[in-house]
């Protein structure tokens, strides 16, 4: 049964860093796509950053030279850095399986200005 944990969110001020944590379990991310998506209040859930299992990654351009995804295949975790936090980066961050519906719990990330 796949299950993924996210943690790592808070309340930060504009310019601080965070790194999220997403723990898997009933799959392997070394062997999967993984991504990393956000929603806000009233807009759609939206595409942040992305690892394939070879370890090419990509970023929304909104994040891009912000954000760092990264995975470490022994904790079997999967992580975004996030430095350089604006208020337009205050959402639910979930991690996600490309290809597989399942959806975590997520975890609040709030950057005061």
């Known amino acids: 049964q796949v299950q993924l944990v996210e943690s790592g969110g808070g309340l930060v001020q504009a310019g601080g860093s965070l790194r999220l944590s997403c723990a898997a379990s009933g799959v392997t991310v070394s062997r999967n796509h993984m991504a990393w998506f956000r929603q806000a209040p009233g807009n759609q859930r939206e595409l942040v950053a992305l690892i394939t299992n070879s370890g090419t990654t990509t970023y929304a351009d909104a994040v891009k030279g912000r954000f760092t995804i990264s995975r470490d295949n022994a904790k079997n975790t999967l992580y975004l850095q996030m430095n350089s936090l604006k208020p337009e980066d205050t959402a639910v961050y979930y991690c996600?399986?490309?290809?597989?519906?399942?959806w975590g719990q997520g975890t609040q990330v709030t950057v005061s200005s």
């Open positions: 996600k399986i490309s290809g597989n519906p399942y």
